[in-house]
């Protein structure tokens, strides 16, 4: 099993809708969350932090849920831009190393 | 301000050769971490240095892989001799806390795409 599990998509958006998805995790003394936006062919790039109830970054919004060992990512008003895969991550010690999940695919259409 | 630099972008080489990746992290960053990504499977840690010094080298395949960090700035990451199933996307980051850098951004470079054929 994996530590850290999406669904890889794609999720086709319409342009200015609202598409949220999950990813769960296993291993449950990782502290801190993070996603992370990858463009095709580019680095990951840091998207948002998710710390403990949740966070909220302008049209995003990051949930975690300890209990169940999951996160969420909401993006409203969806824009073409938007369009890249979103990778879960999950720090697993106190010197920064980081597990990530396969990602998910987000397609936003006109 | 310069983000993390790889070097080279691309590379192919046959099975058997040796390959030397080069990452630059952002000027005072401390901490340096090695990822690879293999086609189909997601990004995996390799190892991390603090300045100079190894502090995780668990996610190493096998001791062709030999990782240095000379004077705490650049890295190197040698395989020798390369396999098949070591081609993938080799990413490299930096962040600037060391011990209780929960808060501190990674920054990753563009990656260097390894084909061995």
């Known amino acids: ?110 | 301000e310069a983000g993390v630099t790889q070097f080279p972008s691309h590379s192919v080489i046959e099975k058997g050769q040796t390959v030397t990746l080069r990452c630059d992290p952002i000027s005072g960053h401390d901490n340096l971490y090695w990822y690879r990504r293999v086609m189909g499977k997601e990004i995996k840690f390799l190892l991390h240095f603090v300045k100079e010094s190894k502090q995780d080298e668990s996610g190493m395949p096998n001791n062709r892989f030999l990782a240095e960090r000379t004077g705490g700035t650049y890295s190197t990451l040698k395989v020798q001799p390369a396999e098949l199933e070591d081609s993938g996307v080799y990413f490299c980051a930096s962040s600037q806390e060391g011990r209780e850098s929960r808060n501190t951004e990674a920054f990753f470079g563009q990656g260097t795409r390894l084909t061995v054929v």
């Not at chain 1, 003394?29 to 996603?35: D, G, L, R, V």
């Not at chain 1, 979103?86 to 990602?103: H, I, M, P």
């Open chain 1, 1 to 110: 099993r994996k530590e850290v599990e999406q669904d890889p998509g794609p999720f086709n958006v319409p342009e200015g809708a609202t598409v949220a998805f999950n990813c769960t995790y296993s291993n449950s003394a990782s502290q801190s969350f993070f996603w992370y936006r990858q463009d095709c062919r580019k680095e990951p790039k840091l998207l948002m932090s998710v710390y403990s109830s949740g966070n909220e970054d302008g049209r995003f919004t990051a949930q975690l849920n300890r209990a169940s060992q999951y996160i969420s990512l909401l993006i409203r008003d969806s824009k073409l831009s938007d369009s890249a895969t979103y990778l879960c991550v999950g720090e697993t010690d106190s010197w920064g190393k980081l597990q990530f999940g396969a990602g998910t695919q987000v397609v936003v259409t006109p």
